[in-house]
């Protein structure tokens, strides 16, 4: 029997969700909140939702649930450092929240869809965290007529939706550099200090005596 399967078959709180539940007890003491929680977990020991309820829901899912995302991604760092070797997602929702806003997202990336495909090119969704992103993705995912990926660096990231098999621009080459009729690279005349065209110079031309 495996270590999760010990940790979460038994029906009792496991020592992860034991973790976990001290933690954001503390948090939430020190944040002043009036807020509780309930903790479930999924039957193969791989999800630990934490339910917030109280008086305080509303400053909870307040500013696109900004708090909400904070406790999540402080817990699953706390997993992470506490237990490296366990693969266990981390969610913190409030009232069902979290269904709601994937709700929304899905709306959000099929309006921005039709958008792309009725111009016949690339749109943007505005910055989003892994979770958000990956929802979008999938949702995309479905429609054989456009592709999604993430730009930007850091946590947050953009996402380009785009019609499926637009070719990539092609940069322009740059440089004082070109071919001539026979294949090969030559240079453009340069210009000297007063605007014209200075004069090809032989490089074998032997100096006056």
Do not use: W
Request: glycine share 8%.
């Amino acid at each position: 029997m495996g270590f999760l399967s010990k940790i979460f078959g038994s029906g009792k709180k496991s020592e992860i969700e034991t973790t976990l539940e001290e933690v954001l007890q503390k948090v939430l003491n020190k944040s002043g909140l009036s807020l509780s929680f309930d903790i479930k977990a999924s039957s193969d020991g791989k999800e630990v939702l934490f339910d917030l309820y109280g008086e305080d829901e509303e400053q909870a899912k307040d500013r696109e649930g900004m708090l909400l995302d904070a406790l999540q991604l402080f817990l699953r760092r706390v997993l992470q450092h506490k237990y490296p070797e366990q693969r266990v997602s981390v969610i913190v929702d409030c009232d069902s929240f979290r269904e709601e806003a994937d709700q929304a997202l899905v709306e959000l990336a099929d309006k921005l869809k039709g958008i792309c495909l009725k111009k016949k090119k690339p749109v943007y969704f505005r910055a989003f965290p892994p979770r958000e992103r990956k929802i979008i993705h999938q949702y995309l995912s479905e429609d054989e007529s456009v592709k999604s990926k993430s730009v930007g660096d850091g946590l947050y990231k953009k996402i380009k939706v785009f019609p499926a098999g637009m070719k990539p621009r092609k940069r322009p080459t740059g440089g004082n550099n070109k071919n001539d009729s026979e294949g090969n690279r030559t240079q453009r005349p340069k210009k000297d200090v007063d605007g014209n065209k200075a004069m090809p110079t032989d490089d074998h031309q032997t100096p006056a005596s």
